[in-house]
């Protein structure tokens, strides 16, 4: 997905455009680009790579108060200076996040029409097509953008102005994330609050099919189909910029892996019952009874946030004992899966942005679900759309790969687990001594990550084995979904390919690819340990490499591992959120070890709000 910022105000353009691209490169860094008005004329610079690639050029030259900014993630067009945003054409200038599904057969038309591309890419196209409505049909600019939307198909969040109205941003959304802050005598639009809050916490998001006639004094909202005016709602956002700073850390991910203690604390807190044998959630909007009713529970999401469902499918199904099945969300809409009144379906996602995500709620919602959405972004299409849900209150995560969302997303899950089980046959004491455990995990995962010997060693492990081709992940039950979590990690941040399996599924199959320059990382608690050595064994036998994720009341037999990476021993319920964290870890050093990019992994984005 890309970044997109604009600024209309009193002050020079520039300077916040970069600042609010470099905030949301996070979101997408193939190429950066910006575009003023200085003197009735566009000023465009626009690079492959990095945002840091424009400061490299003369912007203090830019005098103008008004501008837009873009980070790309390719989709339409390869990584050239020529498909890198702005897109101007004569009168009009543009930024695009999302996907214009029918911009062939437009393009035909403008070319037909006598408009020359420069580039390959379908934003291009929508740039012309507002120009063909202000110059060939002399149309207000407002009215241009909105004509022009009304004929294209697929998502937009785009940005336009023009060099003939130099105090007018327009603004619109279909699908893909917009919000505006509104500052004194100025407005920033972006993709995300990041680019905004360090000017002011006033922000307005647009929902889909909605513009914005932005000038530095006025805000205006109207549809794109009618034309007809909306009510403003302004909401205040409730963090500072200060925690999406990188502070003392190498990087955002090793940052927000540190962050976890703190980050676990907030998603409990005031979520317990008074008598502390339950959990309670205020955002829910389902009754007790409602929530009793429910015989099944689907659970969607993508990436890191799937394996999250899939952790809270085996916590559901072991103390509720309710029925739980998780889908991948980019399946779930074309799956036509059959449901009944007592199903629940719940969405997980960090951005509460990604297409395939809210495509599944807003297909499940249609089929008359009752649709929770456990997030971590106020404001975001999912969090709006979803009829109720659980914030996570972990603060902004800026690295792609994702840490504390994950783990804090498995935390509600075992709190979504009392809960329910609490309605059905979980005694009292037993709730009470759930809550105790819970409220354990900052402690442990903090006494974890200050233990300094044990993240050398992991380190050591790391590099160790950073120029291996491929590692395979092991977990049984609970830990399995975290093996999976393990195996993307490394995949994501080290580029090294890895794989995930129950440790018993060795045996029928990937075996057969152990040698000695097979390398198998095994997580184990006590009470799992036994089927784990037979797997452990038959690897061994065949000469396999072995690094072993073990508790701490574990002693193991030497000659079964040759690493060994010890975690506090603690209970099966909040197991697999410990589990995580050396896995976390061994994927951030041994992408470190390679030089590799860890906050930006290559052709990874934090959010896909494109199909
Ligand atoms: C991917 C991110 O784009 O989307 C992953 O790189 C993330 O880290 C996945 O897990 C799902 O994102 P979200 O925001 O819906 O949880």
Known sequence: MCGIVGYVGNQKAAPFLIEGMKRLEYRGYDSAGIATIENGEFKVIKRVGRVSNLEKENLFQLQSTIGIGHTRWATHGGVTDANAHPHTSECIALIHNGVIENYDS????LMYEGYHFKSETDSEVLCYLIDYYYKYKAEPLKDSVRHALQKVHGTFGIVVMSNKDPNTLIAARRGSPLICGLGTKEAIVASDVSAIISRTKNVVYLNDNEFAIITPDTFELRTIEDDEQVNV?????????EDSDMGKYSSYMEKEIYEQPKALKNAMRGRFSEDVSNTKFGGLNLTAEE????KRIIFCGCGTA????????????????VPVECEYASEFRYKNCPVDENTLFIVMSQSGE???????????????FKVLAINNSVGSSIAREADGGIYQHVGPEIGVASTKAFTS????????????????????DEGVKFVETLKTIPKIVRSFLDNKKEIEKIKQIAQKYSDCTSMYFLGRLSLHPIAMEGALKLKELSYIHAEAYPSAEMKHGPIALVNDKFVAV?????????????????????GGNIIAVLTDDISILKELTDDVITIPACDGSILPIMATIPLQLLALYAAQHKGCDVDKPRNLAKSVTVE
Do not use: P
Not at 233 to 241: A, G, L, Q, T, Y
Not at 527 to 539: T, Y
């Open 306 to 321: 799937l394996h999250a469902c899939l952790v809270t499918e085996y916590l559901i199904e072991k103390f509720a004992r």
């Open 233 to 241: 709602k302004v909401d205040s956002v409730n963090w500072n910029i």
């Open 291 to 294: 929530l009793k009713k429910v």
């Open 106 to 109: 437009i393009k035909n038309m």
């Open 354 to 368: 990604t297409i395939d995500t809210l495509s599944a709620l807003r297909e499940a919602k249609q089929k008359g």
């Open 409 to 428: 997303q498995v935390l509600i899950g075992s709190m979504l687990a009392l809960y329910l089980a609490r309605q059905r046959d979980m005694s009292y």
């Open 522 to 542: 095994i997580i184990s608690s006590k009470d799992m340990l036994l089927k784990n050595v037979s797997s452990m064994q038959e690897i061994k036998a065949r």
